[in-house]
C-alpha cells in the first residue's frame, strides 16, 4: 500500500476555497507554509500516522519527511493526494489563485508549475443552480440528465486510470443550490435513477455528483449547506455499499465559535435569552448567499446549531448574512449573546471575528478527506457521525458543542 | 447526619461577593431567584445530590424541597448552610446590600429578616492590608499577631458552638494584600509559627486566617489571588492534617471566558500570536487592584493562564486593569486576540464582556463550599486539585483550559 | 403673553416614546431629573430664553425657576405646555409609564398625580396601520373617514377650549404605516379632501392626524418615518395657510452617529467604500418594523443619508433592523465602516452603540415642540428646513453632516 | 516665483511617518495614489491653489498637471518639494520603505530611482533621546552640544545651496524624547544659547534642530509630543524673527475621532461620565512610547483634549498605550464612553479603530508643509494657532472640537 495515490476530485474547482485547498495542500507538501487550522498532522490524530507528536507545530513545516511511509493504522500523508475536478470555469489553478488573491503571490509563484497542470473539467448544473452558473461556457452541452450523470461518472473513471490512482474521494464545494422539497423520487434509489432517466426536475446538480460518486464507490464529502445527503435514496445506497459520506456544511468561522461557546453557556449553566448573529463576505459566496432561495439552507443550519447543545429553544435566535464588497474573501461577523446568570441578572458579550474564509475552510476540507479516507479503509461507510466537528449540521448526528465533537473525534481515532 | 448544619465563615463578609453570595443563597434556598451560573444544582452533580436532573434550571427555583435529606454520597443542600463571618465594616447584610445595589430591592426586601441577623465578627489586617483597611475602627484590638490568631480561633469555635454546627468552613473574600516574598517562616509550620508569635513583619492577614481555619480543622478556599495557600508552611500542615484547601484566584468573567478560548485556540490548531486584555472595573475591588502592589497577584494570575494550556510561549500577551468609576459592580473587558491560521495567514478574534463581578463570583463560592465539604467527607485533605475549573490559578495543578477542567470536576464526582 | 399654555396633542401618546416625554417634561418642570440630550436649555438656544447660558447642565435641574417669563423672543417655558392625545390604548400616563419601565420607579411615583389626569382620547386608523393596531377598542367607531377627520377635529378644538390653551401643536409619533405610493389624490388638497369624503384606500390615518392639524391651525411635527408629509396636497396646504410643519423620522441614536461620522469622513477626505448597519430593538416599535412593508420608508430613511453628505455614491450601504427581546426599550446597533487612506491604504472603524430609545427621543420631541412653537410665533409657516438636526429624512432639505446642520440651526435662532 | 522649490528637512528621515510621507508625495506627483486623507488638494483648499474643486478626489490622482504654476495666492504644489533630512539610520528612502512595509511593494518599484536618492544626514541625540538612539552609528561625532548645532545649521545651509531651494521647512518626527521640566535655562534664547555653550542637560535633540531652524530662517513643524515648542525661549524668538511654528503630536487616529465625538457630546448636551481609550501599536514609535518616561508626553496630550472641548473635568478619562508586536505599523484602538442621557439615564458607545499609523500621519504632514509655507509667504510668523486641527495640544491655542477647528482652518483661508 505504501506508494499508493489517491484522487480528490472537487465540484466547484476554481471557486475560492477549492482553489485554495489545492494550493495549500501543495505548499504543506513543499513545506513552504505552516499548517495551523488543520488538526490531523498534530496530536492525537498525527499518531494515527505514526510520527511523534510535538507541541508547537509553528516549524513543522520545514521539517517532515516528504514522502511519509504509512500502513493501514495511518492517515494518508498529503503527498498522496492528487487534485482534480469540475468547474463552470475553465482556468487553470494558478490563474484561479491569481484571481481569489488568497495566497500571497510570493508562495504562489513557489508552485507555479504544480498549479498551472490543474485545470477543471467541465461542469454540470441544472435549474437549482444560480443563473449565473447556467450560462457558463464551461459546461457538458447536454440537457438530459442521464447523459451528464454518465458523463461525470466517465470523468472518474477516467480521472483514476490516467493518474494510477487507487481510488477517489469527491468533495462538494459547488456553490448554493436552491433547495428541493424532498418528494417520492428521493426515497430510494429506484425511483431516484428512473427520475434522473426521465430529467424530473426534482434532481440538482449536487445530486447527480453524488450519484457518480457512489456509482464509482467513491467516498463523497459535501462541504456545503446543500441538502444533498439528506435525500433518503443517496444515503440509503451509500449505506448499501458501504461508501463513507460526510456532511455537511462545513463549520468554518461564527458557527464554529458558535458552537465553542453554546458549550460553555451550557457547563456554566447560564441560561441564554438572545443570540444575534450577523456575517459580512465579499466573496462570490456572499454574493450567492445574498439571494434568498440560495441562503436558506445556509441560514437554516445556522439557526439550528443552539437547542441540540443547550437542550432548550425559549430564546431569540437571529442570523443574517450579508453580501458586502469591502470583505472580499475575508469574512467579519459580530455576534451579540445575551443571558442571565446567578439570581436572573442579565449579562452579555459581544464578538467580533475577523477570519478569511478560505483559509478557514481549505484545512478543514483536507482533515475530511483523511479522515475520510481512514474511515475507509477501516470498512466503515454510509454517514460518518464521528466527524460532526466538523459540520454545522452534523448528518446522522446533532451538534453537541465543540469540545464534545472533538472529545468524539478523538475516541474515534484511539 | 441528616439535620446537621455547617457554619460558613467569610472573610470580608460585607465586601460585594461575600454579601451576594450570603443573600443569592437565602434566595435560593426561599426558592426567590433562579441558580443560573451554579454548577452543583445540574447534571451531572445533581446527581450527587439524589435529584433526577433536569435540562433547564429555569423554573427549578419554584420546585425544590426546602429541606432536603441528604446522605453521605451527595453534596450538602443549601439550606444546612450557616453564614458567619469577619469585616472591617460593621453593618448587618441587609445594609450591606443596599449599599451594593446589586441584588434588586425588591428581592432583597423579601429575606430582610435574614439578612439583618448576618452581621460580622472584627476582623484583623497587618501592614500588608491596604491602608484604606488598617484604619477602620471594626478590627481587633490589638498589635499582636499571636493574639490576633487565638482570637479568630476562639470566634471559629464560638460561632461553631452557638450555632450547634457539625463543622467550619473558611472562605477568604477579603481584599488584595500587599505580596509577600515567601522565605525561611514560611518553610514549615514551627517556623511559621514562631513568626507569628514574634511579631515577624512576613505574615499577613490571609495567613492568620488560614491558620486560624488549620488550627479548627475547618477547610479553607482561598478565592482571592493573595498567594496565602502558595506558602508551604500553610499547605504542607494542611496536608499532614488531612484538611481541604482549595484556591486560587476565582475564575469568574474575562479569564474563564480566556481558558475556553485558549482550548478552543489549541483543538483547532491556531497559533497564538497576542492576546490584549483589558478590564474596567469600578467596585471596591477596581479600587484596590489599581493600586499597584495590590494589583501584581491579580495580574500575575490572570497573566499565567495561556502557556500552560497552549503549550508555547511565544506570543504577547497583556493584561490590564483599570478602576473606572461608571462601571460599578459590573465588570467589562475587552479581548483582543490574534493568531495565526491556515499557510501562516492572521485572523483575529474580539470580545467585549459584560458582566456583573459578584453575580458571576457567587454561584462559584457556594459550588466551591459544597465541593469542598464533599471532598472533606470523603476523607480528601490538602490541595483539591480536581477544583481547577474554578480557579484562575488552580494549586496543585495548572490551568489545563475549561472544558478540560471541567472533565476532571466530572471525573472526581463519579 | 405672559401665562399663556399651549396644548401638544400626541398621536400615539401611550407609546414609549410619547409616555417618557410627558413623563419627562414633567420631571423637567418639577426639577427632578437633568435634562441632558436637550439642546433647547443651553447655549446658544437657552439665550432665546432670557436666561444666562452655564457650562455644565447638571445640577441646572435644582435651580431653575418654575415660572418662568417669556416674552417673544424666547423659547417657551416646559412648564406651559399641556399634554394630551389620541392612542388605541386607553391607560393613563402613570400605568402606562409603569409598563414601559423606562423611567425608574422612584422618580415615577413623585409626579404619580400628573400622569394619572393624562388619559388618550380614542384613535383612528385604516388599513395601513398593522393589523394589531386595527383589531384595538379604543378607537373612533366609524368606518368613515370624513367622519374620523370630523371627530379629530373636534377633538382639537375641544382640548383646546377645554384646557384654556392658546394654541395646539400635533405631535405624530404613530407607529409605522405601510407606505402609500403619491397618487393623483395627493396632489392637491382638493383632491386630497375629496378622496376623503369618498374612503379612498390611499388615505392613511397619520395623514387624516395632519389634515386635522392644519384644518385647526395647528402645526404638524412626523417624528416618524412614515411620508405623511412628502404628501405634495398636505405640504402645499400647510404653506398656503402659513402653519408650520417638520419632519421626518427623529435622528436619535444609530443615524444621528452616522451623520456626525459621515461628515467627519468628508472633511478629513476619507473615501467611504463600505457602510454596514445593523440594529437591535426589543420595543414595539422594533416589532412593528420587523414587518417588511412597515420597516420600509424607516430603512429608507437611515440608508438616505450617507450621500448628500458625502457627495458620492460608489460604496456599499447596508441597513438591517432586528426585533430582539431581550433589548427592550434599549437599543443597540453595531456599525462596520470601511474606507480609504492615502494612497488608497484601507482602514476601519467599528461602533457598538448601547442607547435607549425613547430617552434619545424624548427630549429632541420637547425641543422640536418648543422650535416650532418659536417658528409660528415668528410667522415662519411650511416646512422647518432649519430643523434638520432632528431628522434622518429633513423635508425641504438633506442631510449635510449633523455639524453643519448645527450651524444652521444656530444660524436661525440668531 | 514660479519655479522654485523649496526643501524640506526632517528630523527622523527613516522612520515610518517619514519614509511615507516622503515616498507618499512621489507617489502623488507621479498620479500613482490617491491622496485621500489629505485635505489641501481639495475645497475650499483646493481653490487657493487657484484648480477647480472637485466633489470626489478617487481619480483626481491620473488627472492632475504635474508642474502647477502657482502664485502668490496659492497653496505650493507638491511637485516644490525636495526632501531631505536626518536620521541615526543611514539608508536610503528605498530601502527604508521596503523594511517598513508600509506602501505596497508594487507602488515602490515604481518610484525606486527617487527613492534611492534620498538619503539622511547623521543625526544629533543628547541623554534625553532613548538609549536604543543613542547607541548608533550615524551620528555626529561630537559630545559638544554647541557643535552638534553648528553641524546643524550648516546641514541646513549647504543643503539648501545643492539643491538651489528658495527656503527650507524643517520637520520634527523623530522619536518620543524624556521630557524636560522647564528651568531658567528655557526661559530667554539668551539664557538658552548660553546653555547650549556650556552644554547644559537640559538641552534636548529636539531644541537642537529647533534651535537649528531659527537660526537659519526656517519654520519648523514639530510633529511629536514632545515639548520642545513649549520652550518660552524658542517660542519667543521665532516671534521675534517671525518665523512660523506649528505644533504639537499630531491627531492622527483615536484622538482625532476623540475631538470630533467630544463636540458630538457638547452639541447633543450628553453629559460624559468615563471615556476609556487603549491603543495598540507594534511599530518603533509604540515600543519608545511604552518605555514610561517617553511616554508620558503623549498620554498628556492625550488626556488633555477632553476638557477644554466639553467644557467641564468631573469624568474619568483613562487613556493606555501598549507595545503589542502582532499589530506593527497597523494601530489599532479600542474606546469606551459612558455618557449620561435625558433624566440622568447611562448610555454608552464603544469604538474599534483599526488604523494605519503611517498612512494616516503622513498626509498631515504634508498639509502642514503647505499650510506653514503659506502663512510664511504671508507674512504670518509665530505659533500658527489657525492649525489647532492637526495637533492633540495645539500650541498657542487649545482643543476645541474637530469640526470647530476645520471651521477655523477655512476662515483662515478665505
Same sequence: chains 1, 2, 3, 4.
Avoid at 489517491?6 to 505548499?27: D, M, R
Avoid at 490524530?45 to 500502513?71: D, H, I, N, Y
Amino acid at each position: 500500500m505504501n506508494n499508493e495515490k489517491i484522487g480528490i476530485l472537487i465540484v466547484g474547482l476554481n471557486g475560492a476555497t477549492a482553489n485554495t485547498t489545492v494550493a495549500g495542500c501543495q505548499l504543506l507538501v513543499k513545506k513552504l507554509a505552516p499548517d495551523y487550522g488543520m488538526i490531523t498532522n498534530r496530536s492525537p490524530f498525527r499518531q494515527a500516522q505514526g510520527v511523534e507528536a510535538s507541541a508547537g507545530s509553528a516549524l513543522e513545516f520545514t521539517e517532515r519527511p516528504s514522502r511519509t511511509a504509512f500502513t493501514e493504522h495511518r492517515l494518508i500523508p498529503l503527498d498522496r493526494l492528487v487534485f482534480g475536478g469540475w468547474d463552470v470555469n475553465s482556468q487553470d489553478a494558478y490563474q484561479t489563485a491569481g484571481r481569489h488573491q488568497i495566497i500571497p503571490l510570493n508562495l504562489l509563484q513557489k508552485i507555479k508549475k504544480h498549479l498551472e497542470g490543474i485545470r477543471p473539467m467541465k461542469g454540470v448544473t441544472t435549474s437549482h443552480d444560480a443563473g449565473l452558473f447556467q450560462s457558463q461556457k464551461h459546461l457538458k452541452q447536454t440537457n438530459s440528465l442521464q447523459k451528464k450523470l454518465d458523463l461525470l461518472v466517465s470523468d472518474v473513471i477516467n480521472f483514476k486510470k490516467r493518474n494510477d490512482l487507487q481510488k477517489i474521494i469527491i468533495v462538494f464545494l459547488g456553490s448554493s443550490l436552491k433547495p428541493v422539497r424532498p418528494g417520492r423520487i428521493h426515497e430510494n434509489i429506484q425511483n431516484f435513477k428512473k427520475a434522473v432517466r426521465r430529467n424530473h426536475p426534482g434532481i440538482t446538480s449536487g445530486m447527480l455528483y453524488a450519484l457518480a460518486a457512489l456509482e464509482t464507490n467513491s467516498p463523497f464529502i459535501d462541504f456545503t449547506a446543500n441538502n444533498t445527503l439528506e435525500i433518503k435514496a443517496l444515503a440509503d445506497y451509500a449505506r448499501s455499499k458501504n461508501i463513507p459520506l460526510a456532511g455537511q456544511d462545513g463549520k468554518t468561522g461564527q458557527t464554529m465559535i458558535k458552537t465553542a461557546l453554546a458549550q460553555l453557556l451550557k457547563i456554566k449553566n447560564f441560561k441564554l435569552t438572545g443570540w444575534y448573529s450577523t456575517n459580512l463576505l465579499g466573496n462570490m459566496d456572499g454574493q450567492i448567499l445574498s439571494l434568498p432561495e440560495h441562503g436558506q439552507e445556509k441560514l437554516k443550519d445556522k439557526s439550528g446549531v443552539l437547542a441540540p447543545i443547550l437542550g432548550y429553544e425559549d430564546f431569540d435566535h437571529r442570523v443574517d448574512i450579508n453580501y458586502y464588497t469591502p470583505r472580499g474573501d475575508n469574512k467579519e461577523a459580530w455576534d451579540n449573546i445575551d443571558f442571565l446568570g446567578w439570581l436572573g441578572q442579565p449579562m452579555s458579550l459581544k464578538i467580533n471575528w475577523l477570519g478569511r474564509d478560505s483559509i478557514l475552510a481549505g484545512p478543514l476540507v483536507l482533515d475530511l478527506i483523511r479522515l475520510v479516507e481512514y474511515a475507509q479503509r477501516r470498512g466503515r461507510g454510509g454517514l460518518q457521525t464521528q466527524l460532526a466537528f466538523f459540520f454545522k449540521n452534523p448528518l446522522g448526528s446533532k451538534p453537541q458543542g465543540l469540545f464534545e465533537e472533538y472529545r468524539m473525534l478523538e475516541q474515534f481515532l484511539k
